[in-house]
C-alpha cells in the first residue's frame, strides 16, 4: 500500500474528516487523481457505517472537475453532481478544460449538453459538434454578434469568483406616474424565474411588473418615485439577466452561466411574444428593438441585485425587475454591483 494509501485508510478509520480534505489538497498537489478518486469512493461508502465523510467526497469531485485531466475530470459532470460545492461541476468542470479535452470523457445526458454551453460562453464554437444535445438548452451552440459581456464564474480550490457585467454610471432622477398595469403571466413568470432561487432558496425576494407607458413608469409602478438610472445597451441587459439567473444569490443553488443564458434568451423571447425556442435572428432583433434601463433603489448597499426596466416602444409597454438578495449577516435590502466571492468553509 502505498504512503497516501495507509494515510487513506487511518484518516477513514478515525473518521477524520479534516484530515481527508487536507488529504485531497496533498492528493492534487501530487498529481495522485487515482488516489483522489479512491478517497472519494472510500469517503462516501463510509456512510454505510455511519461515518460522516461525504464532504471530503464532494470536495475531492470538485477538485477533479477543476484540476484533474479529462479523463478523470469529465466521469464527475453527472447530473445531481457537485450539489454542496460553489457551482454545479459541468460549470466547474468546463471553466479550466477545453471542449476537446472533456468532451470524449463526458457522459451522455443533460450534464454534457451543460458543459457544452459552459464552454460556448467562454467563446467555443460548438455548432459542429453533433453529440451535443440541442433540446437541453434550446440556444445556438455559439455566441451570437449581439452577444457579449457575459461574466463566467472562475473557481479556484479554495472559492470562487462571480464577476457582475460591469455596472453603468448612474444618475439620480425623478420617475413618472406609474403605468397601467398589465397581465402577462407568461412574460412575468419568465422574468421572475431569473431571480427565483433568491427568493425560494434564499434570503431574497423578487418584484416584477408589466405596465403601459415608458420604462420609468415601470419602475414607478414598483413604488419608487426617484431612483438613480442610466440607459444601457442590449447587449448589457442580457449580460445582467444572464448573471443574475445564473446565481443562486446569497444561499441558493447556483445554476451556472449557460442556464443563466437560455433563462436570459427566454425571458426576452416571452417579453417580445416570440414562439420558443427562439430564432437567434428573431431574438436578436427584438433586442435590437428594446430600450434598456438599469436603476437602483437609493438605499442600495450589499448584497445581489438585478434592476433592469425594458421599454417595447411599438407596443407601448414597459416591465420592470428587482431583485435582490443578501447574506443573514448583510441588509436584506442592500445590493453590490460587482464581483461576488464565495469561499469554501473548510
Known amino acids: 500500500m502505498t504512503g497516501s494509501g495507509s494515510r487513506l485508510t487511518a484518516l477513514i ?87 476537446e479535452e472533456l468532451a470524449p470523457h ?45 461574466a463566467p464564474a472562475v473557481f479556484r480550490p479554495d472559492g470562487a469568483d462571480f464577476p457582475s457585467p460591469a455596472r453603468p454610471a448612474l444618475q ?18 419568465a422574468w421572475r424565474d431569473l431571480a427565483r432561487p433568491w427568493a425560494e432558496q434564499s434570503n431574497g425576494r423578487v418584484e416584477v411588473c408589466l405596465v403601459e407607458g415608458s420604462a420609468e413608469a415601470a419602475v414607478a409602478a414598483l413604488g419608487w418615485r426617484e431612483v438613480p438610472a442610466a440607459e444601457v445597451d442590449a447587449a448589457a441587459g442580457l449580460a445582467w439577466l444572464a448573471w443574475a439567473a445564473a446565481s443562486g444569490g446569497a444561499y441558493g443553488r447556483r445554476r451556472g452561466t449557460a442556464a443563466g443564458r437560455a433563462a436570459a434568451w427566454w425571458a426576452v423571447a416571452a417579453l417580445a411574444d416570440l414562439e420558443w425556442p427562439a430564432e437567434a435572428e428573431r431574438l436578436g432583433e427584438a433586442l435590437r428593438a428594446m430600450r434598456w434601463l438599469a436603476w437602483e433603489p437609493p438605499d442600495f448597499a450589499q448584497g445581489w441585485g438585478l434592476h433592469l426596466a425594458v421599454e417595447l416602444g411599438e407596443e407601448g409597454l414597459a416591465l420592470a425587475v428587482a431583485a435582490h438578495d443578501a447574506r443573514r449577516e448583510e441588509p436584506v435590502a442592500g445590493s453590490e454591483a460587482g464581483e461576488r466571492s464565495q469561499k469554501l468553509s473548510r
Open 13 to 99: 478509520g478515525q473518521g477524520d474528516l479534516d484530515g481527508l480534505v487536507r488529504l485531497v489538497g496533498d492528493l492534487c498537489a501530487a498529481g495522485d487523481w487515482e488516489g483522489l478518486v479512491l478517497l472519494r469512493d472510500r469517503s462516501r461508502a463510509a456512510l454505510e457505517r455511519g461515518l460522516q465523510l461525504w464532504p471530503a467526497a464532494e470536495y475531492a469531485e470538485y477538485r477533479l472537475a477543476l484540476e484533474a485531466p479529462g479523463p478523470y475530470a469529465g466521469p464527475v459532470v453527472v447530473a445531481g453532481a457537485g450539489r454542496f460545492a460553489l457551482g454545479p461541476l459541468w460549470e466547474v468542470a468546463a471553466s479550466t478544460h477545453c471542449w
Open 106 to 150: 463526458l457522459p451522455a445526458g443533460p450534464a454534457r449538453a451543460l458543459a457544452a454551453g459552459e464552454r460556448v460562453v467562454r467563446g467555443e464554437d460548438l455548432t459542429s459538434d453533433g453529440s451535443v444535445d440541442p433540446g437541453v438548452l434550446d440556444l445556438p451552440l455559439v455566441l451570437q454578434p449581439w452577444e457579449r459581456g457575459y
Open 172 to 189: 439620480p432622477g425623478v420617475l413618472p406616474r406609474a403605468g397601467p398595469s398589465v397581465e402577462d403571466e407568461t412574460a412575468l413568470e
